[in-house]
Antibody, heavy 120, light 107 residues
């Protein structure tokens, strides 16, 4: 059974960088699949952040204006998100997820989510 | 950018009802369309991908159809676990776009 678990600070200060990690169990990241990050501001719908592959290939939502970085650590079977210069608008539940290799690239396994509040 | 518009924004229904949610794309997206539902406090759960393919373990009462710009998710007989928010989602040109969601509530 594939399981994903997000971890990271629940609180960040404005202008700081935010780092989150997704630990994967039940599947080896190095075998394939893409891995993504999605966030959901309180009371709103999901917003895709970015997606990465174990080779280091990544692509992101242009609305984040290059503030996001994704890295994959196959030795730890984890992938991480770094979001720079956060503001209150980055307050959200952050989810990591696995991407199925189909034309519609659906997200089939999700972590439970971690709430990040940006506040001074 | 492609926009995904869902309707209705919310609906009330009873257990056993047939329920339909629609999703319209701002341009032709073929069958690159997925459906999820999300219960309160939980992560979204994949129901259907490529417009009509049921994900593993998803009950057959969930039926997806459509192609091009118009898509439909039908729940043939609403069950208590189905009261949730439903989202359509498109992937194309290295970009994911979610619809705004349809809340299915108990009548």
């Amino acid at each position: 059974q594939v399981q994903l678990q997000e971890s990271g600070p629940g609180l960040a200060k404005p202008s700081e960088d935010l780092s989150l990690t997704c630990s994967v169990s039940g599947y080896s990241i190095s075998r394939g699949y893409y891995w993504g990050w999605v966030r959901q501001p309180p009371g709103k719908g999901p917003q895709w952040i970015g997606t990465g592959f174990h080779t280091g290939y990544t692509y992101f939502n242009p609305s984040l204006k290059s503030r996001a970085t994704i890295s994959v650590d196959t030795s730890k079977n984890q992938f991480s998100l770094r979001l720079s210069s956060v503001t209150a608008a980055d307050t959200a539940v952050y989810y990591c997820a696995r991407v199925i290799g189909s034309i519609s690239a659906p997200l089939d396994y999700w972590g439970q989510g971690t709430l990040v509040v940006v506040s001074s | 950018d492609i926009q995904m518009t869902q309707s209705p924004s919310s609906l009330s229904a009873s257990v056993g009802d047939r329920v339909t949610v629609t999703c319209q794309a701002s341009q032709d997206i073929g069958t690159s369309l997925n459906w999820y539902h999300q219960r309160p406090g939980r992560a979204p759960k994949l129901l259907i991908y490529e417009a009509s393919i049921l994900d593993t373990g998803v009950p057959s009462r969930f039926v997806g159809s459509g192609s091009g710009t118009d898509f439909t998710l039908t729940i043939t007989s609403l069950q208590p676990d189905d009261f949730a928010i439903y989202y359509c989602q498109h992937y194309g040109n290295f970009m994911y776009t979610f619809g705004q969601g349809t809340r299915v509530e108990i009548k």
